[in-house]
């Protein structure tokens, strides 16, 4: 079975939530697109445990 996973956003990009929050930088991030994550914005792996698929592929 087939799993779609996060944005892998790299350098630095500042993440800042539709609250104004904004997130530590980093030179890393992995963003949820599946919804599923504890841990939004971030991913915290649920995408796999969901058997989340973009249907891109
Ligand atoms: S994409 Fe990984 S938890 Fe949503």
Redesign the pocket.
């Known amino acids: 079975m087939e799993v779609s996973?996060?944005l892998w956003v790299r350098g630095g990009v500042p993440v800042v939530s539709a609250d104004g929050y904004e997130y530590e930088v980093r030179n890393r991030v992995?963003l949820?697109?599946?919804?599923?994550?504890e841990n939004k914005p971030f991913?915290?792996?649920?995408?796999a445990s969901i058997g989340?698929t973009d249907g891109l592929d």
């Open positions: 996973g996060p992995t949820c697109r599946c919804g599923s994550s991913c915290d792996g649920s995408h989340f």
